[in-house]
């Protein structure tokens, strides 16, 4: 029997649970990025220049990370979190060489500069698994991520039919450990917060802060025993 947080057993913390909401990264997805690789700013410069937009690779870093950087303080939050399609909007819209719909080759361009970043991108097996143990209660997914691709990434990994909800953090403007980002889960399924489980890899932004407002928790390399315990 697998042992949790304060010797509450792994089949003891599913008593009475109504809905199940998880992590994304590192939790259902695998996956390793390169933001720093100056191929990867190479080939979004390539792109965008037959959008209509004129910013060389070392400029468009540079300018993505001041953006970033300006959004983030704006929030004045304690966790802020960015819009990364904005953030290329903006840039688009400022390198413009002829008149384009900025927003729509901002969408297209943080697509494209995740697809030129990432190394690695898969379904952890157990995980899988233990979505499929858990199909008949309500889901879902709460990230720190970026809808702009982190939906179409669930999509193309097939993971977006377990969800009942999703939420990103980039919707919000604020992001884990912040309580409000699970507290707007919870509202989206109707249940309250002690017959909610929540299940995710990092201990300060799913375990800690989960717990904090009174949901359970468990760490997924723990919950990957639990379709071997049914």
């Not at 468009?60 to 950087?69: A, S």
């Not at 992001?175 to 707007?184: A, V």
Request: overall charge neutral; proline content about 3%.
């Amino acid at each position: 029997m697998g042992i949790l947080f304060d010797g509450v057993s792994s089949m003891g913390i599913l008593d009475g649970v109504q809905a199940v909401f998880f992590d994304c990264y590192n939790t259902l997805i695998d996956i390793s990025t390169d933001e720093d690789n100056p191929l990867t700013w190479q080939m979004v410069s390539s792109w965008l220049s037959y959008q209509g937009v004129g910013i060389g690779a070392r400029d468009l870093m540079h300018e993505y990370r001041r953006i970033c950087h300006e959004q983030a303080m704006q929030r004045r939050e304690l966790y802020p979190e960015i819009d990364v399609e904005q953030v290329f909007a903006e840039i688009c819209r400022d390198h413009r060489l002829w008149e384009i719909d900025a927003r729509k080759v901002g969408r297209r361009a943080a697509r494209t500069f995740r697809a030129a970043s990432v190394r690695k991108k898969r379904v952890f097996p157990e995980s899988l698994r233990l979505l499929e143990h858990f199909r008949g209660l309500p889901m879902g997914l709460v990230s720190n991520g970026q809808r702009v691709f982190s939906e179409h990434e669930l999509r193309h990994l097939g993971l977006s039919k377990y969800f009942d909800v999703l939420v990103f953090s980039s919707d919000l403007g604020f992001k884990k450990p912040d309580p409000r980002i699970f507290r707007h889960a919870l509202s989206k399924l109707a249940v309250d917060p002690e017959n909610a489980l929540f299940i995710g890899d990092s201990y300060r932004d799913d375990i800690l802060a989960s717990r904090e407002i009174g949901m359970r928790s468990m760490f997924i390399r723990d919950a990957w025993a639990l379709p071997d315990r049914a």
